[in-house]
């Protein structure tokens, strides 16, 4: 995605009329949360692109509960895995001279397979701040990082040192990354970790819906921050909002990759509509009439550009507004912030036009779905 960092964030808050102007004490927004799936506590992702990190470790922490492996008290190690993927785009940037994406942004898949590959530690073995660092700060760092493979890349004739070289910067902002550790008063390595909390590359199945591939089939989605080149299926937007019910309705959450440019979209409010009037003064004050989205806008949208991959976060469950609308509860990584303590209330048209993509456990797939594309 092209993150959203906290910088951005107040860049949003500062330039939008509406914000700043709910008194939340007189709010008509009255929510009824409907079905909800556990999960941890808001994290902030501070001046990081790493929304796609705390957005899946969130996930991943809620199906630890799910599967009987922790509690609410889960905490993963964003940073671990952030470590991990700066060195293998770094790989892949050498090894497409340049020729690739290489910033702060991924995607679920990608901390699904580094967990696989490399394992995860708990945020007590590794936070990626160093001694006195009060919050995560990646802009220096990665246009050092950036500059060093621009600069071995001039060469013509990379040497090996480059790799030791890279992990250095990594040492020096972030820390060195354990090879062992003690969680709960047990050893363990990265790996021996990550198959102890049941994660399973295998287990889990990326969706979109978008018509220029058939559907029911897979391909890789062309979105910048798709550098691993993973794999999506391709189902209708209908079976994309049945998937995404019946997972929250059967315990599973979703690892949600979407839009949050929109003018209806206030992480300050905790709210994301879809307005037919954008400019209505009282947009974040109570419920209004939202656009009709179908496929065709899906696609003409995701083609224009004005709809992009900005953001990940977690979706945890379904609620009503007084007025009987659909929304779903989705957990950001912005902080607590708004009257909802950093969750985002987002309609359902907003969310059948903003949503990039999702990921589920495959046990989450409704059988008629699984029968289209699990040939």
Request: aromatic share 12%.
């Amino acid at each position: 995605m092209k993150y959203l960092s906290f910088t951005l964030l107040l860049f949003f808050v500062m330039n939008n009329n509406s914000y700043g102007q709910i008194d939340y004490k007189t709010s008509k927004y009255i929510f009824t949360k409907d079905k909800t799936v556990e999960c941890t506590e808001v994290k902030s992702q501070d001046r990081t692109g790493t929304c796609w990190s705390f957005a899946t470790a969130s996930f991943l922490e809620s199906e630890a509960i799910r599967m009987g492996k922790g509690d609410s008290q889960m905490d993963f190690s964003e940073m671990y895995v952030v470590r991990k993927v700066y060195q293998d785009k770094a790989m892949n940037y050498i090894l497409r001279q340049g020729k690739a994406n290489f910033s702060q942004g991924s995607l679920s898949h990608d901390l699904i397979n580094i967990a696989n590959n490399y394992g995860m530690v708990p945020e007590s073995a590794y936070a990626g701040k160093l001694e006195g660092d009060k919050i995560h700060n990646h802009i220096e760092m990665e246009a050092i990082l950036k500059g060093m493979l621009d600069g071995v890349l001039k060469q013509k004739r990379p040497s090996k040192k480059w790799k030791k070289a890279f992990e250095a910067i990594l040492d020096v902002y972030l820390g060195e990354a354990p090879e062992k550790f003690t969680h709960n008063g047990k050893t363990y390595t990265p790996k021996s970790f990550a198959s102890e909390m049941g994660v399973k590359a295998s287990e889990y199945v990326n969706f979109t819906s978008y018509t220029h591939h058939p559907f029911y089939e897979d391909f890789v989605l062309e979105i910048p921050d798709n550098y691993s080149n993973g794999s999506f299926y391709n189902v209708p937007l209908e079976d994309l909002e049945k998937i995404t019910d019946h997972a929250l309705s059967n315990g599973y959450s979703i690892a949600w990759d979407g839009d949050v440019s929109e003018k209806g979209f206030s992480s300050k409010n905790g709210i994301a509509v879809l307005p037919i009037d954008e400019k209505r003064e009282d947009l974040f004050n109570k419920p209004g009439v939202e656009k009709q989205v179908d496929q065709e806008m899906r696609q003409e949208t995701f083609e224009n550009y004005s709809t992009t991959d900005d953001h990940l976060m977690h979706l945890t469950g379904t609620a009503k507004d007084q007025k009987g609308t659909k929304y779903y509860l989705i957990k950001n990584s912005w902080g607590e912030i708004s009257e909802h303590k950093g969750f985002i209330y987002m309609s359902d048209p907003y969310f059948k036009l903003k949503t990039v993509s999702i990921m589920v456990h495959k046990d989450a797939i409704p059988d008629s779905v699984k029968a289209k594309i699990f040939k």
